[in-house]
């Protein structure tokens, strides 16, 4: 009896849920349709290489003969190629100059603009123009500033200093690159900050004044704690980001001198253009995206803990 009541109990809420599920993919059919494009966009240029690049990684790739499959040997080339390693201390190298040098300007200068009372657009302004600098631009100008006759070192010579080779020196080659790049991409992340500053309520700046703090005690104790998310996101995408530089080492040096600025994403389009070894160049990047994925599943899971 029990059995019989419990089954007419269920029979209208099943004659109720088809019905709204049908007026609901007929309401948004629509929408669903105006998202077809970009998934096809999506699937065709992002997952369809991503596929295509684990399958030719285990194949000796050849355009006119045809792909022959190896296993593992691409990857066995890989790890024992001594340039390999190279590439990857040049780029640690390079993500912790990018941190050291960079990550914390765009903070500053956030920070420095949402206490400014006056001129407070032009400053933004100011400091985006950079990003939207074209790379040819980009790199023509700063090549300029760091020839041994150009601007930054006549003002060196100036102050009676030696001048510096920062394009052919390999100390300062590194280096003069995370300059230029800090110089160019510190805009786009100084608006992010700057819109999450603003975002904080003034109420806990105004009880902090009323109790005595002073502008660091504020950044200290309000500022930097309200900003502690995003900041741990913007350092897993500076991580994942200057993983992938190689624009710049390619453009101004091609990864020299003495191969001090070839990066690990460099190598890859050298084995790849240069080499035609396709199939090395694929087992790359693939070490890489495991990589990568890695840093992106400890992101999630920090934010989720976060949460």
Same mark, same amino acid.
């Given at each position: 009896?029990?059995?019989?009541? %419990?089954?007419?109990?269920?029979? =209208?809420?099943?004659?109720?849920?088809?019905?709204?599920?049908?007026?609901?993919?007929?309401? /948004?059919?629509?929408? *669903?349709?105006?998202?077809?494009?970009?998934? &096809?966009?999506?699937?065709?240029?992002?997952?369809?290489?991503?596929?295509?690049?684990?399958?030719?990684?285990?194949?000796?790739?050849?355009?006119?003969?045809? /792909?022959?499959?190896? !296993?593992?040997? /691409?990857?066995? #080339?890989?790890?024992?190629?001594?340039?390999?390693?190279?590439?990857?201390?040049?780029?640690?190298?390079?993500?912790?100059?990018?941190?050291?040098?960079?990550?914390?300007?765009?903070?500053?200068?956030?920070?420095?603009? %949402?206490?400014?009372?006056?001129? $407070? !657009?032009?400053?933004?302004?100011?400091?985006?123009?950079?990003?939207?600098?074209?790379?040819?631009?980009?790199?023509?100008?700063?090549?300029?500033?760091?020839?041994?006759?150009? =601007?930054?070192?006549?003002?060196?010579? %100036?102050?009676?200093?030696?001048?510096?080779?920062?394009?052919?020196?390999?100390?300062?080659?590194?280096?003069?690159?995370?300059?230029?790049?800090?110089?160019?991409?510190?805009?786009?992340?100084?608006? &992010?900050?700057?819109?999450?500053?603003?975002?904080?309520?003034?109420?806990?700046?105004?009880?902090?004044?009323?109790?005595?703090?002073?502008?660091?005690?504020?950044? #200290?104790?309000?500022?930097?704690? %309200?900003?502690?998310?995003?900041?741990?996101?913007?350092?897993?995408?500076?991580?994942? !980001?200057?993983?992938?530089? *190689?624009?710049?080492?390619?453009?101004?040096?091609?990864?020299?001198? /003495?191969?001090?600025?070839?990066?690990?994403?460099?190598?890859?389009?050298? *084995?790849?253009?240069? #080499?035609?070894?396709?199939?090395?160049?694929?087992?790359?990047?693939?070490?890489?995206?495991?990589?990568?994925?890695?840093? $992106?599943?400890?992101?999630?899971?920090?934010?989720?803990?976060?949460?």
């Amino acid at each position: 009896m029990n059995q019989t009541a %419990s089954l007419n109990e269920t029979l =209208p809420v099943q004659k109720e849920t088809k019905p709204y599920k049908q007026n609901r993919w007929k309401k /948004n059919f629509w929408g *669903y349709m105006f998202l077809v494009p970009a998934i &096809i966009i999506f699937v065709m240029f992002m997952w369809v290489p991503i596929f295509k690049g684990m399958m030719y990684s285990f194949y000796h790739v050849d355009f006119v003969k045809g /792909n022959t499959f190896v !296993g593992l040997d /691409n990857y066995a #080339r890989a790890l024992t190629d001594p340039d390999v390693w190279t590439a990857v201390k040049n780029t640690l190298y390079y993500m912790v100059l990018c941190l050291v040098i960079g990550f914390w300007v765009p903070i500053a200068f956030a920070i420095m603009i %949402s206490e400014l009372r006056r001129f $407070g !657009g032009f400053v933004r302004v100011a400091a985006y123009l950079p990003f939207v600098v074209p790379g040819v631009v980009l790199y023509g100008l700063w090549r300029w500033l760091y020839d041994p006759v150009g =601007p930054i070192n006549a003002v060196i010579g %100036s102050l009676g200093l030696t001048q510096v080779s920062f394009l052919t020196d390999i100390k300062w080659s590194m280096i003069s690159l995370v300059f230029m790049e800090t110089w160019q991409q510190f805009g786009s992340g100084m608006l &992010i900050y700057l819109a999450a500053v603003l975002s904080i309520p003034r109420d806990w700046y105004e009880a902090a004044e009323i109790d005595g703090a002073g502008v660091w005690a504020r950044i #200290r104790h309000i500022t930097l704690p %309200s900003l502690r998310n995003l900041i741990i996101l913007m350092l897993i995408l500076q991580v994942i !980001g200057t993983s992938q530089g *190689y624009q710049s080492q390619m453009a101004l040096l091609d990864g020299g001198p /003495n191969n001090t600025t070839l990066t690990y994403a460099l190598l890859m389009v050298k *084995y790849a253009f240069t #080499r035609l070894d396709y199939g090395t160049a694929t087992a790359l990047g693939m070490l890489m995206f495991i990589v990568l994925g890695g840093l $992106g599943i400890l992101q999630f899971k920090l934010n989720k803990e976060d949460n």
